[in-house]
């Protein structure tokens, strides 16, 4: 029985406390947070759980052999660094870290180690995105045109990072597992509405080699959330509505026909192709569930990592782009 | 009773010959189009209309007052200032020509002449347009903080024009009318997906002075159609869904509330406000049908146009920002 | 050419006159309205077409093949009864007659001077009712369960009919064609708001044989609009949004499966199946378009009417019998 | 600190007991239930719940003060009889009963000791209903005309009650709440698909004195789920769509104006009135917590019970009286 800690009970802590309860092979040792309130609810809800507002008791406790973190971005790396050099294998929040310089460090501490550093981007362990990522692969897809997502909502503003690292990443994290291909450059775009703060609305291009181009809109300030995802292939076209209860996954028998006109070699006739639409089963099991199961595989050595340090890593490095790109007002940045 | 004469009668042409044929001031005297078919429609529909292949059958029939022209947009100039310089009053339709100097000569030939010249930017008549205007005008909105619109689906893809130029002049246009701000920067990325054709998919910032922005979103390759615009204020916010049959414009009561905190006065506490939505009734008068009647008493010195020249101009030279930007892949381009 | 009159230019008139003008095998001689202004308004529009307020003027009008009738219920056996004693084929809104009597009578006059009588069953010409008919028939579907409708608006209140007459009756004609089966009993509650006036809300239950039910619910006092239908087999279910702009039908590869248990064998074991959804593309042509066309091909003698007299005089005697349960509180009415 | 137990930990019951141990005024003493998988689930996620497949260990259990009883309907009245004759204060799922007799015999049971007998009516503690409540009984509503629901999707077949007992229930529940009148008929209809089994498909009509009528759908066969309510006003109308994630109650201000035609007295003229919509913020605070609150409350004497013994009473007579009138396909049965 694999023993962990979990670091941060805020949004997203209850889950992975829940989570980890759940799976037959852990066990949740102790729970790290400043706010003493939240550690009288565990102690109401989980008796058996150690509580501190100290993360170290969770590096010297012996019967921890892996830590989540689920912090503030700018506190990751010290508390992702100090639980390696603990010799604890690691789950942190996304984004790993707030400079692609420490998602190096963290990835080399591990390395070192042997042990395993986890970023935890949830989306990946969906039935929907799974669903979306073997729709792409396949051949009646045809050739990849364009991604492009939507992540609004009224949303609770960030101090230690801009709406591109709370959002943006998720739909980084999508992307970088169903595109097999590499960002060349990127392009953004954003604002803040809020004097000294980070920006609440950003817009963001990614351009790839061989006519691929990605999108992201994220926005605090929006009235209603949508969560809506495109990704354009030449023979079929997916919609992909994570607010949908049922039906995320829509795929769209759809595109356009070029045919060279035969009176006018240099003018191109475009047909369009509208076919039936295809919303298949997926899988309904809590994402997070998977994840956690994966990542005591990982640390059983049953497994590889399907979000290992180096994924947080590569999307840091398009978050730092994109930040770099927005001080120069949409300058493209290369990557 | 003003003779009107119609050029071009595709997708757009049978409408404004309808709305001339049912507005009680006008009449249609003429149709043209290149297409034997569409104008052997005509006669069948309406057996009084003249229908004709040559453009210039018009200019100089002297039953005619007034000319619409809803032709390509590479013919739009010279029908134009043709028909101008045949003493005619003009509709033209969107964007008002290829190039800005082409526009800014149109509007020289109509104001020498004392003709009106008007651009079709067929949204600003709608129920749902005029409610926006009013309701962003009104103090309770609170400061304009950003636009953002998309206006995607599987479309015709046109040959002398990019995307920007065919779908995001619309929102242009609704943004010119919206916003009592010129925008000072423009930031475009985009592709096109068929070898020598101009862009299908592109992405538009739109920076104005005093922290608003705003953003497009066109795409010819998608396999949903999306029209959604949210205006976001510092007090209310709207969602525009033209694709809803009722509650097109709904208004949000949400907002942020920024504080200063009391132990530390470089950290702004956020908080959120959401309230009630409401959903304005607005007119469902065919815009197309007010926007007849506006030029004919524009024509009849009982009106100043609301879409004049100018106004097709100011939108031209917003997408010849676009598209050098965007060939320089999301560089600002100042206007 | 085939000579049409249409008596009617109310809210359905307009659509028979257009596509009677765009068929290419017939043509409009003459249209009857008892309302100078709307009079006025075909002599603008189509200055060919004859005008008049006495239908008698089309009945004797030796041009006129073919009459369409698209006035108040009450006033439809006694111009399709005319029609026909003139000669004149008839194409006569739903419902055909006030009466089971009355459409057995005009079936009658029809057949003995071999004229054509048809209903105007539009959706039956749909592309989604064709597919819905097509799904049902297969053996895919399985064995038919239920058939389930809403049809609610803020609706015309009709004088002369009450809200099943106006509306049930599309869901019947529907019914009726997609289903091979006739009903053996209905149950109907309603009520009016209105005193004096017809029912403006009612619920309808028809029960067939084999296990089969079917429910209709109409409203003309709701606040929004619905149109949906499910219709559900043991091994696929439908929904048929009619609303939907695209995807007006969805087909469900979902259901139970029963298992006797083993150890108990009156117990038994339902568990639930739910596999892909499947939104196949219908034909978009304009039904009407189709139904015009249909009807002059019945009367050339190349086609059987797909909506003949009979099928009228078996929708209005569902209507009869459930104005008899509504009276009765729900009690069911044999048919 | 009130001492409960739990009876039953299938669907609902693992919601009660979150709700008592997060409660500050309740503890969860025990839970019990016949599967000893979910007892195991209990130790694990709450160590200090005591588990056991014998009710009788928690009615002799002098720590619990009060039982809450989530298992199928045909035991509810034994465990609930019992455990008021052990002196135990009792909430019990709905419906309350199986028989207006046993739930008349558990109201007297529970008078007769002075406990407090709630039944679990969850959604009269929901912010939308209690809003729609509110909007019904404010002068602006007009005169109450309609109640009209669908509660389907593809459901958990019950083996000891038909879908009316199971869905129809909450619709009851919730309109009993919302209007201010009692049903003095009902006629129902309904379908068994699986030989043997409760009907899974079933339509009910409730006739109201002064002219109101109430509907509910109620279906465990369909593909898609569905859960709305119309509520009509003379002057407002409500759609309360309870899937929606935000704006689940909207109101219309739409209605129907009736006037005498001046030149006939007998003819109503009936003309529409739209108006804007409104969607007010409703509480999201999770039902039953306020529930669980609330009969806390009621056992320490501060407040009397909103849906006591007697509510659940109410419903299960229109409930049996549905039973009635579709074994007779329809008739209606007095209340």
């Known amino acids: 029985m694999l023993g962990v800690g979990v670091i941060g009970y805020g949004y997203w802590g209850p889950n992975l406390v829940r989570n980890f309860m759940m799976d037959a092979g852990t066990r949740v040792v102790a729970v790290c947070d400043r ?9 109401r809800l989980y008796p058996t759980v150690k509580t501190t507002t100290d993360a170290r008791d969770l590096f010297r406790n012996s019967d921890i052999d892996a830590i989540a973190i689920a912090t503030p971005v700018d506190t990751h790396f010290d508390l992702a660094r100090d639980a390696l050099r603990a010799g604890k294998h690691v789950l942190v929040e996304k984004p790993i870290a707030s400079t692609s310089a420490q998602a190096e460090q963290l990835i080399e501490e591990a390395a070192r180690r042997n042990l395993v550093l986890m970023v ?3 989306f990946v362990f969906t039935g929907a995105v799974r669903k979306i990522q073997e729709v792409v692969a396949e051949e009646s897809f045809g050739k990849l045109q364009y991604y492009d997502s939507s992540r609004v909502n009224l949303g ?5 990072v801009n709406v591109l690292w709370d959002l943006a990443v998720h739909d980084l994290s999508i992307m970088d597992f169903v595109i097999p291909l590499s960002p060349v450059a990127v392009s953004a775009t954003g604002l803040s509405h809020v004097p000294g703060q980070p920006a609440n609305i950003a817009f963001m291009t990614l351009f790839f080699d061989g006519n691929v181009i990605a999108h992201i809109n994220v926005n605090w300030l929006s009235p209603v959330k949508i969560r809506r995802t495109l990704v354009g292939g030449s023979r079929r076209m997916i919609v992909y509505d994570d607010l949908e209860t049922s039906e995320k996954v829509k795929i769209y028998d759809k595109g356009i026909t070029v045919t060279e006109t035969p009176d006018d070699v240099r003018k191109l006739l475009i047909s369009y192709r509208t076919g039936d639409l295809w919303s298949p089963k997926v899988s309904e099991t ?3 569930r998977l994840e956690v199961a994966h990542f005591r595989e990982c640390i059983e050595g049953k497994a590889k990592p399907v979000t290992p340090g180096e994924c947080g890593l590569a999307i840091v490095r398009m978050l730092e782009a994109a930040d770099k790109s927005m001080s120069r007002r949409g300058e493209a940045v290369e990557l």
């Open 35 to 43: 706010v003493e309130e939240r550690l009288a609810e565990i102690r």
């Open 120 to 122: 935890d981007h949830t």
């Open 156 to 160: 609770l503003f960030q101090h230690d």
């Open 286 to 288: 809590e994402a997070l």
